[in-house]
């Protein structure tokens, strides 16, 4: 167990619907990182913020969103959701700023599947 | 940003160790040489990491030979519960390169 909580463990939903996933950070730790992971594309960086503020982008789409809360809880929200949008989208935290390899620590994920 | 190769996948019997080598030609002096394994539906969880020469801990080995460009995870007697995708990542000491996960080399061990 990581001490990184993700919820929902599962989410069904539509096309051109809209999710949030969310994600509780190990104690402590200020940075959270999101990952999309799909069959064909690997594990994908989307966004990481630290102490609420934005730090870092990757390939996130325009139509997904995120945000950390005074609380150090993440979400990441999906809209206007597409059939290519189903995939495990993971969350990570650490205790410092940067991408220091060995500190992060990865939640179960959260398995989108759009239909 | 340093760009990693690796076999896309393995077998293995139990028992036998296990040698996954990754290729990174283009590593920085700054840059560590990381890896991660990662269980059916479960996020990555990092195994070791190093510099250069060799590290060792409880679960692996790395092997890094003196030009840094490419890397060795060794498991010693894998298990059946060793099954997983195992991916080698290189970031630099700095924190300043975001995680690149590639695909991973798929490890299967058969009793």
Redesign the interface.
């Known amino acids: 167990d990581?001490g990184?909580t993700q919820t929902p463990k599962h989410l069904i939903t539509a096309t051109g619907q809209r999710v949030t996933l969310r994600c509780s950070p190990r104690s402590g730790d200020l940075s959270v990182?999101w990952?999309q992971q799909s069959l064909d594309q690997?594990?994908?960086?989307l966004i990481?913020y630290y102490n609420g503020e934005e730090r870092?982008k990757?390939n996130i789409l325009e139509r997904f969103s995120a945000q950390q809360f005074p609380d150090l809880h993440s979400e990441l929200n999906l809209s206007s959701l597409e059939l290519g949008d189903s995939a495990?989208y993971?969350c990570?935290s650490s205790g410092?700023?940067?991408?220091?390899?060995?500190?992060?620590?990865?939640?179960?994920?959260t398995?989108l599947l759009v239909l | 940003l340093a760009k990693t190769t690796q076999p896309i996948s393995m077998d293995s019997y139990e028992g036998q160790e296990v040698n996954i080598t990754c290729s990174h030609n283009n590593i920085a002096t700054n840059d560590?040489i990381?890896w991660y394994q990662?269980f059916p539906?479960?996020?990555?969880?990092?195994i070791i990491?190093g510099y250069k020469t060799k590290v060792t801990n409880e679960v692996a080995s790395l092997f890094i030979p003196a030009d840094r460009k490419s890397s060795t995870l060794s498991l010693p007697r894998v298990s059946l519960s060793d099954t997983a995708v195992y991916?080698c990542?290189v970031?630099?000491v700095?924190?300043?390169?975001?995680?690149?996960?590639?695909?991973?080399t798929r490890l299967s061990v058969i009793a």
Do not use: C, H, I
């Open positions: 990581s990184v990182y990952y690997g594990l994908q960086f990481q870092a990757g495990l993971f990570a410092r700023e940067g991408w220091y390899q060995e500190t992060q620590y990865f939640g179960p994920g398995r | 560590y990381t990662q539906s479960q996020g990555p969880r990092f990491q991916y990542l970031g630099d700095e924190g300043n390169t975001p995680l690149v996960f590639g695909k991973g």
